[in-house]
């Protein structure tokens, strides 16, 4: 907005005005930064907050007087509007990038945008108030100078050098101050010339709007620490800056991709801007665009390659149309590139790479679109460029079977290549290049019998240029010499040489229905050469597009989701400018005016259509420059077509042409002769009309088609197959197929412009740090141009205070809206909208709410997106139990069913088989049976009998001893006469005894088995005592261990007293209370441990002797009591022991150290230490004793009931 020019002043007075009243009227301290002005309330529902904007402080900011009246300030105030003439004059010269005027000027006649509608007037705001006297101003300026030195706050300031330096103001007078600088050197320079610094934490910021003060030296030095740090990448709002390091840095590759997919890092670069615009591609199934924009050798074919290496990451699939993809480019930059005076490696033509995507977010196809290649180049170099690269690397890497079959030799033996005397790039092998050339044929497919072809058509270029001619007459007419470069150029062609002779030096005339036959003079003659080779070349390439597209084409797996790659020629400024740089200047102009209208335009038009409150961003607009080369009918190409179908025309009545008809605009001026400058966006060109009319036109002769068409080679008769037509038909303006270069690139610019507006565009602009192409240098006036011509200053405003995010209501309440935990709240997406933003505390300054839309500022739709995933996420989890859970229940009811049907199936099958084997087993029982019967009653009649002989043995053995017994009674009753009944009372007696026996056996047999089980449990008691036994060993080992440490203690005791008794006697005074914390517990047990128990082992008793378990157990009764006894003795003592030493440690340190009636402490000492001595002499004898005791029973443990009685 435009203000009086009474009140222009300087950015820094106006910071300074306002710091001082900041410390005049409050009372807080005088370093806090004045608060930010309110904003007046939104015209949409709701109340807008108030903008976080920074102090804004621009670079020698011009505030000019523009009343809508369109009067100027009167005369009553000279100095005021002599001051403003200065400015203006100031700005116009620097171009700051606060300073740009805004020329609002109508529609254009032409436009390629088919729904852009008139632009409107920018409204002038009237002057706030009036001009002040100088005088009044000079005592307030005088104030902010004082609070400014003050403050000791640094400024940037311009030295006699054009550099900008950073120094401190040290005093001022009038409109100059003195400023000391880093350098401690103090210059005068004028206050308009001063710019606020940034502090020091501010430097080198990933985006531009993290500057608090926006100008020209603050975000040059910006930059410059940077690109000095090797971080080539900075954002500017949405547009991602990319300045050319000139050698290889390690920021990509896979780990970089991987990263950047990840999102673990965000810091700039082209992979993060290809990621968002495929993110925002899947997101709002919406086509994308990348616009790499920049000056020649800026860097921009490099940049395109990395964006199309992480989309080709981002959508690799199991096709691999990706890798052919990314092969293109190799195809492209050897046909299409070449080496200029400012890039070894500039694009001489601009493509459009469309790659799309499936629903899944794959790859499935690309469509390649190329615009206007330089032709010229083919047949004319400058001295230092090449021509493109292919022809260096076909020369340098074709095998020698293939050199020999199309008679190629080095390219300085052709007259095409050697002209400029530039062979070699340097750090560039063209023999590599050209073998990655053939692998990229093979991978995109393209057959061998057409690569031959190919080839065979770049040497027939190469031997062109080769064709020389020789003069025949006075009137410079010419013949074709006849030598090898004909003869090898009619080969490779598949024509007669004679025939391509009479070509290149005739020209064949329709007069009525004769034929005349003209010869051609020698520029003539080399027109028509160059001609040829140009046309032979770019049909070629544009063959090898087609092919290209053919290999990549989508088919029916097009589903409209496209991410397109525009990648065209910077902006060019030569000695010597042609037709070519015109066009290439003309599609640079019309690039920055689509940057201009999305990023200018087309957002603040909406943020006022939809009530929202903003204040307009001032920029430059082009479209005077696109009126004066494109507009009807006195626009520069339609002069062009004009003078292009007079065929009395030269190259000079155009320029005079140009000069009559366009001398009102102000972006073009005319020169002397055929000259005339265009003031385009990135600065004036001179041109030169010289060839522009014969460019435009661009003839083919008819008889050079006849010729092309006869030839054998097929893609030579496809070549003039698509031209017969063209140049048989009248010239139309009308026609399409007849247009002039002009006009069909006017034509190719506004399709591509419609495409791209029905995209999302993403912005890259590379930056060209030095004119030298060498790392590490950094030329700020070089730099500080190409930023003027991007607009960043404008861009990074409106970044601040815009709102890039834009969703209707009904979009952001149907993604978000579930989000919303109040379920009360009504359901119109409005309402929703705003729930939802006050649900997450989103702060009022962040958002804005239009009348059909909801802006948010940068990064506040990452937040939500990022809490909607996680949602959505917990929804998915809970959902994935629950269905996890009914699926294993299902799965548990199916099992159960199944197992008890194949519980069923297996017993119904278990019993037919088991009937189906009785069966059969009773078959085989019955025939065996007879058989298995006879042998057991065989067999059992044969036990029986032998059962029946025992038992018939042992009753005849018992009879003879009956009968031997009967004998001997008998003889025994005989010698007793007097009772004859005897033998048969002794034989009765007998009877009873054995009986009686008997039953003595039976009881012994009782008795026994009641002794084994006595027994039994004799032994289990004593395994028991042998167990109670081993505790007890180890309880003994771990008490002599505690012996001996509490025997210690106590000498050590007994010798700190002793030691304190003799010096208390040496002394005479009565020591402190001794400390009782360390009371001995513990007794030397000299040679105790080496008389401990060894390992414990069950004893065992041989009961040999006649001693039997229960006396055994006795004495392991015995011998478990004596240790009890011992360790019960050794307590007891213990405790006496401790309390009387405790008891004359108590004396000691009483008031009186020997109380009547008592000895001394120490001879006590000496009695209790006596007693200790015999009691351990005595304990350890008898503890001897014990062990002797214990160890000697061990030699005779034995398990006693191992044998029986």
Not at 336 to 347: E, F, I, L, Y
Not at 993 to 1005: C, I, N
Not at 1190 to 1199: C, V
Request: charged share 30%.
């Amino acid at each position: 907005m435009m203000l009086s020019a009474s009140l222009a002043k300087s950015s820094l007075e106006e910071m300074l005005e306002s710091l001082r009243q900041k410390d005049e009227c409050q009372q807080q301290p005088r370093d806090i930064p004045p608060a930010l002005p309110s904003r007046p309330t939104s015209r949409a529902r709701l109340p807008s907050a108030r903008r976080s904007l920074p102090a804004n402080f621009s670079v020698s900011s011009v505030i000019e007087d523009q009343n809508q009246s369109g009067s100027v300030a009167s005369s009553r105030q000279p100095e005021a509007e002599g001051k403003r003439r200065k400015e203006k004059d100031l700005r116009v010269k620097r171009k700051s990038f606060g300073s740009k005027k805004m020329r609002r000027t109508g529609p254009s006649s032409e436009s390629p945008y088919a729904a852009e509608k008139e632009e409107e007037v920018v409204k002038v705001a009237a002057a706030a108030a009036k001009a002040r006297p100088v005088e009044e101003q000079k005592p307030e300026w005088n104030d902010n100078v004082d609070y400014f030195i003050k403050k000791k706050l640094r400024v940037w300031c311009r030295v006699a050098n054009g550099q900008w330096q950073l120094g401190k103001i040290q005093s001022t007078a009038a409109d100059t101050s003195l400023v000391m600088l880093s350098t401690a050197n103090v210059v005068e320079v004028s206050t308009e010339d001063l710019f606020p610094a940034n502090p020091d934490i501010l430097e080198g910021v990933e985006n531009l709007i993290q500057l608090s003060y926006l100008n020209e030296p603050s975000v040059l030095f910006n930059l410059r620490v940077r690109y000095s740090q090797d971080v080539i990448y900075s954002k500017a709002g949405p547009v991602l800056i990319a300045v050319n390091p000139f050698k290889n840095v390690d920021i990509y590759g896979d780990d970089f991709i991987s990263a950047y997919q990840k999102k673990d890092v965000d810091a700039p670069h082209v992979y993060a801007v290809a990621g968002a615009a495929y993110d925002e591609m899947m997101r709002e199934e919406k086509n994308q665009s990348i616009i790499i924009s920049g000056e020649s050798g800026a860097g921009k074919t490099e940049t395109a390659k990395f964006a199309m290496q992480y989309l080709a990451a981002l959508g690799g699939g199991s096709c691999g149309v990706e890798y052919e993809i990314l092969k293109t480019t190799c195809i492209l930059e050897a046909f299409g590139n070449a080496k200029t005076s400012r890039n070894a490696n500039s694009s001489r033509f601009g493509k459009l790479i469309e790659i799309h995507f499936s629903a899944m977010g794959k790859i499935c196809g690309a469509k390649l679109e190329t615009f206007l290649l330089e032709k010229s180049r083919v047949v004319q170099l400058c001295n230092g460029e090449r021509s493109y690269h292919i022809f260096y690397e076909f020369c340098a890497g074709a095998s020698p079977v293939l050199k020999e079959r199309l008679k190629l030799k080095t390219a300085s033996e052709y007259t095409y290549l050697n002209q400029s005397d530039c062979l070699t790039i340097d750090r560039v092998d063209d023999a590599q290049k050209f073998r990655k050339l053939l692998e990229a044929f093979d991978i995109v497919q393209i057959p061998k019998e057409h690569q031959e072809r190919v080839f065979a058509l770049l040497a027939a270029v190469l031997w062109l240029g080769n064709v020389s001619f020789r003069v025949t007459d006075n009137e410079n007419h010419v013949e074709v010499v006849a030598d090898e470069a004909v003869t090898n150029a009619a080969m490779l062609m598949g024509c007669n040489s004679e025939e391509l002779m009479v070509v290149l030096s005739t020209r064949k005339l329709q007069a009525g229905t004769d034929c005349i036959s003209k010869k051609l003079t020698l520029r003539q003659a080399t027109n028509m050469r160059d001609g040829i080779a140009k046309f032979i070349y770019a049909s070629l390439f544009d063959w090898l597009v087609e092919q290209i597209n053919i290999a990549l084409e989508v088919g029916k797996s097009l589903t409209g989701r496209s991410i397109s790659i525009l990648d065209i020629y910077g902006f060019e400024s030569f000695k010597n400018n042609s037709f070519e740089q015109f066009c290439i200047n003309y599609a640079n102009e019309r690039l920055q005016q689509h940057f201009n209208r999305h990023l200018f335009k087309l957002e603040q038009e909406e943020y006022e259509e939809d009530g929202i409150d903003w204040t307009k961003v001032e920029f430059v607009d082009n479209q005077e420059c696109l009126d004066l080369i494109e507009k009807k009918p006195i626009g520069l190409l339609t002069l062009l077509d004009e003078e292009s179908n007079f065929p009395k025309a030269t190259d000079l009545t155009f320029a005079n042409k140009l000069k009559q008809h366009l001398k009102t605009n102000s972006c073009f001026k005319g020169e002397r002769g055929r000259a005339f400058r265009v003031n385009h966006y990135a600065g004036e060109v001179l041109y030169d009309t010289n060839g522009f009319l014969e460019k435009n036109r661009d003839p083919l002769p008819a008889d050079l088609i006849n010729l092309l068409s006869s030839c054998d080679c097929q893609l030579l008769k496809l070549f003039s197959t698509k031209m017969r037509g063209k140049s048989q038909k009248p010239l139309m303006l009308s026609d399409s197929t007849n247009q002039t270069v002009g006009t069909k690139f006017k034509g190719q610019l506004f399709k591509l412009m419609n495409k791209l507006e029905n995209t999302t565009p993403h912005f890259i602009r590379c930056i060209k740090p030095n004119s030298k192409q060498l790392p590490r240098v950094y030329e700020e006036d070089l730099v500080l141009q190409q930023l003027r011509c991007c607009g960043v200053l404008e861009v990074v405003r409106i970044s601040r205070s815009g709102y890039p995010t834009r969703l209707t209501h009904q979009e952001f309440a149907g993604r978000y809206g579930f989000l919303l935990s109040d379920k009360k709240v009504s359901q119109d997406p409005l309402s929703v909208s705003i729930a939802v933003l006050k649900q997450y505390d989103v702060h009022p300054e962040m958002y804005q709410v239009g009348y059909t839309k909801l802006y948010l500022r940068t990064g506040q739709i990452g937040v939500f997106e990022d809490r909607r995933k996680k949602v959505l996420q917990g929804i998915v989890g809970l959902q994935k139990h629950l269905r996890g859970r009914l699926s294993r229940e299902y799965f548990q009811n199916m099992r159960n069913g199944a197992l008890v049907l194949q519980s069923y199936v297996r017993g119904e099958n278990g019993r037919r088989m088991f009937d189906t084997k009785a069966k059969i087993h009773a078959v085989s029982v019955s025939e065996a049976s007879a058989g298995e019967l006879t042998a057991v009653t065989n067999l059992q009649s044969v036990v029986r009998g032998w059962l029946a002989r025992k038992r018939f043995n042992s009753m005849q053995r018992q009879k003879e001893l009956v009968d031997v017994t009967t004998k001997s009674k008998r003889k025994a009753g005989r010698r007793i006469s007097e009772d004859k009944d005897l033998p048969v009372e002794r034989f009765q007696v007998q009877q009873s005894a054995m009986s009686d026996l008997q039953k003595r056996v039976l009881k012994s047999e009782e008795a026994l088995v009641q002794k084994e089980e006595e027994n039994t449990a004799l032994r289990d008691q004593l395994r028991q005592f042998e167990e109670r036994w081993s505790e007890y060993e180890i309880k003994m080992k771990s008490m002599e261990d505690t012996w001996q440490k509490q025997m210690s203690s106590l000498q050590m005791s007994l010798a700190a007293a002793r030691k304190s008794l003799a010096t208390e006697n040496n002394t005479g005074q009565a020591g402190g209370r001794q400390d009782t914390s360390m009371s001995p517990f513990g007794y030397d047990s000299e040679d105790t441990m080496s008389t401990g128990t060894p390992g414990v082992r069950t004893p065992t008793t041989k009961f040999s002797n006649g001693n039997t378990p229960e006396v055994r157990i006795r004495e392991l009764n015995g011998s478990l009591n004596a240790v009890n006894h011992l360790a019960r003795e050794f307590d007891q003592r213990r405790l006496n022991f401790d309390e009387d030493a405790r008891a004359i440690v108590e004396v000691k340190g009483g008031p009186q150290a020997t109380p009547n009636g008592q000895q001394h402490p120490e001879d006590e000492f000496k009695r209790l230490k006596l007693r200790f001595e015999t009691w351990k002499k005595d304990y350890k004898a008898r503890l001897r004793e014990t062990k002797a005791r214990l160890h000697s029973d061990k030699g005779r443990h034995r398990k006693w009931w191992g044998k029986r009685g």
